[in-house]
């Protein structure tokens, strides 16, 4: 992998594009949530999802939607969810989100 923090120091200090200004959000809007550990405990995921995607996805209500998708994301099962992990989560919003906008923009 080309990229990595040392790489990318520099061009953080730079103006951003759009697509970097909206990656460099997903990074805080993850920190504000792991905080100095770094990593998502469940309720941390809950508080996130529902606080931060709630115009795009459903607030998560019950626990077995939560348990479901918490186990989903902890690929290697330590119980807590590291930025690594929660990039997909990202990426399969951010996909319906695309086939929504391709939905409304066909009729
Ligand atoms: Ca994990």
Avoid: W
Avoid at 26 to 43: D, E, G, M, N
Avoid at 56 to 65: A, H, L, P, S, V
Avoid at 89 to 98: D, E, K, R
């Amino acid at each position: 992998m080309p990229f990595n923090a040392k790489t990318l120091t520099f061009s953080l200090r730079i103006m951003s594009s759009e697509l970097e200004k909206a990656m460099i959000t997903i990074v805080q809007v993850f920190h504000k949530y792991s905080r100095h550990k770094c990593k998502l405990k469940k309720a941390d995921l809950k508080d996130l999802i529902n606080n931060e995607m709630s115009q795009f996805i459903m607030k998560i209500q019950d626990k077995d939607t939560l348990d479901l998708l918490f186990s989903d994301l902890d690929q290697n099962g330590d119980r807590e969810i590291d930025f690594h992990e929660f990039i997909p989560l990202i990426a399969m919003v951010t996909s319906a989100c695309h086939d929504l906008f391709i939905l409304e923009h066909s009729h």
